[in-house]
């Protein structure tokens, strides 16, 4: 049985991701306007707030920047969209493995998967392979519950291991832009004898914000990714449980041989 999506559901939730995304876009970038007034008319003095100093590190810094503010816009959406997604309704719509239960003891097997196209989710498709494997035993019932399990969980963890990969390369791209800033200082003062300390110290911290840019993007990342991770792994045994116990009356009883 191949794996109908959720069209509909997964449409909405899309929607909703993707405005919660350009809300906090616009949001971001009315900090970064305001940043940048504020620097154009302090041209002669040293930036001092953390917005100024992020967006005085030149032309690297601002490509640092920009990818970074790339991945955190991305990660913003993975998780408003997994929040939205990974919900106990969604995924075991309450009342579903009581009616196909009842269903398949009163040997009502159209019943029992038309509840299943009632209630799509998670364990309706789980349910609904192993209500088409019935006529071929117990056996080959059993299989096609874990290889739907198996499935269900690949298919929600692919999404959430993009939260994973955010967070290894974040830090990564933020450090990449301190080492190319402190590179610039470095030569800049070496270039120039009349260099001092100052300057020297300035170069260093506007690198040195691509690092923090880098690690405010990654910590919320691999955080997310780790509840994320546990709640579908909670939720892939507890549906294991109850299809197992959907599907228990049907499971053929040991006769004592006298």
Known sequence: MKNKPHTRLRT???????????????AILGFSSNAFAEGGSEATEAPTGFLSIVFAGGVVGAIMILILLALSLTAAYLIFDQIMTIRRKDIMPPGLSETVRESLVAGNVKDAKQACVDHPSLLSFVLMNGISELK????????????ALAEQSARLLRKVEYLSVIGNIAPMVGLLGTVIGMIAAFQQVASNQAGSAPQLAEGIYQALVTTVGGLIVAIPAIGAFAIFRNRIDQFIAEAAYVAQHVFSPLRPTKTKKS
């Open 12 to 26: 909405n939730t899309r929607r909703r991701a993707i405005l919660f995304v350009f809300a906090f876009a616009i």
């Open 136 to 147: 071929y035993g117990w056996s080959a019932t059993e299989k096609a519950l874990e290889d």
